[in-house]
């Protein structure tokens, strides 16, 4: 009994081996089968992604490329504008500090000419200058403009006159002094030059009385010669109304201060005639 049952077991145990061997190839048969599937699918798959992703990549960069260029002449042009308007911009400011330089020159200048022929030729103004000294000399005072100088003297008795010229112009109250036949040679002979000399000078002459004329408050002097060829009247415009020239003698001599204000060449009936203003006279 006991070696049948064993003999069944055997026989059991080699059926169940033979059943599990047979299993075991045909599992291993599947699997191979189904990796095989597999691995051909995931082929396809791969190459198809992989073409796919090549297409993309390259229809990406194609893309990025053609935008990079599109917004590389835009920005080419944005610069550009941006330049030329900037350009513009600097040219119109330049333009506009040059104008407005030339119209302040422009000014300067004409309130410079005004003061100029103001002072020097009408002995008025000046108008556009600061007054920034007063002298205890009886009144003198200095003005300063842009560029230029005038000082108004007004000595108790002595310059009169205004005189213009550079801010180095020195104050200056020393009358030149010539006598009345030097200056009357020297006008008949050489007359532009001597008078452009002494024109707008504060002078000291020594002549004779001609004329008193107390109404006009002149004083008339100069020098005479018997032909009349050098003959010259110095007629002098008194500084103060309530002047000495009633006082003064005509025929003698007579020392006068004042400053050349004009000059008439003689005719037929009157010889050469010097104007002097500001004048006062001692004899």
Partial sequence: ????????????????????????????????????YLGDFTQDDTDTSDTQDTQDESTSIEDDYTDYNYYSDNEFDDYTDTSSHSKKTTTKKYKKIINIVFILAIIIMSLISIDVI??????????????????????????????YKVIKYHQLQGRRDKKIGFWTMPYSVEPTTISDID???????????????????????????????????????????????YTLDIVCTMAEKNSNIEELEVGKKVTIIGTVKDFKLKDNSKPNQLSISNCFAEQ
């Fill in 183 to 229: 200056l009357a040679i020297g006008l008949n002979d050489n007359t532009d030059k001597v008078y452009q000399k002494y024109y707008h000078e504060f002078l000291r002459i020594e002549t004779s009385v001609k004329k008193i004329d107390k109404v006009k408050n002149t004083l008339t002097v100069g020098y005479s010669d018997d032909g009349k060829k």
């Fill in 118 to 147: 103001c002072v020097g030729r009408y002995d008025i103004g000046p108008f556009f200058a600061i007054k920034t000294t007063t002298y205890k000399d009886g009144g003198t005072k200095v003005y300063y403009g842009l560029g």
């Fill in 1 to 36: 009994m006991f070696k049948k049952k064993k003999k069944d077991k055997g026989l059991k145990l080699e059926q169940y081996e033979e059943y599990n061997e047979s299993s075991i190839e045909d599992y291993k048969e599947s699997l191979t089968d189904d990796y095989d």
